[in-house]
C-alpha cells in the first residue's frame, strides 16, 4: 500500500552545486508532504548533485494562508520566489 504524503507543508532550503560561484546559490523550496518526504521530492526537481535539507520552523499563520493560495496537491513541490 502507497504511503501517504500527509496534509502539511514543509519548507526545503536547497544548496546548488556549482562550483563556479564565489558563494552557494540557495533556494527554498515548499513540499506538500510530510518531513521525511520533502527532501526526496525536492531533490527529484533540482540538478542533479544539489543538496537540501528541511528547514525546522513553524509556519506562520500568513505563510500558511499564502502556501494553501498555491492549491499544491499531496506530493507536490514549488520553488518560492526571491
Same mark, same amino acid.
Given at each position: ?24 546559490? =540557495? ?6 508532504? =510530510? ?35 498555491? =492549491?499544491? +496537491?499531496?506530493?507536490?513541490?514549488? +520553488?518560492?520566489?526571491?
Amino acid at each position: 500500500m502507497a504511503e501517504s504524503f500527509g496534509n502539511s507543508f514543509t519548507i526545503v532550503e536547497v544548496t546548488a552545486d556549482d562550483l563556479s560561484a564565489n558563494e552557494p546559490v =540557495k533556494q527554498f523550496w515548499i513540499a506538500f508532504a =510530510k518531513p521525511s518526504q520533502a527532501v526526496t521530492l525536492v531533490l527529484a526537481a533540482v540538478p542533479e548533485g544539489w543538496t537540501a535539507e528541511v528547514v525546522v520552523q513553524p509556519l506562520t499563520q500568513e505563510q500558511q494562508r499564502l502556501f494553501e493560495e498555491l =492549491k499544491l +496537491r499531496p506530493g507536490d513541490v514549488y +520553488r518560492l520566489p526571491g
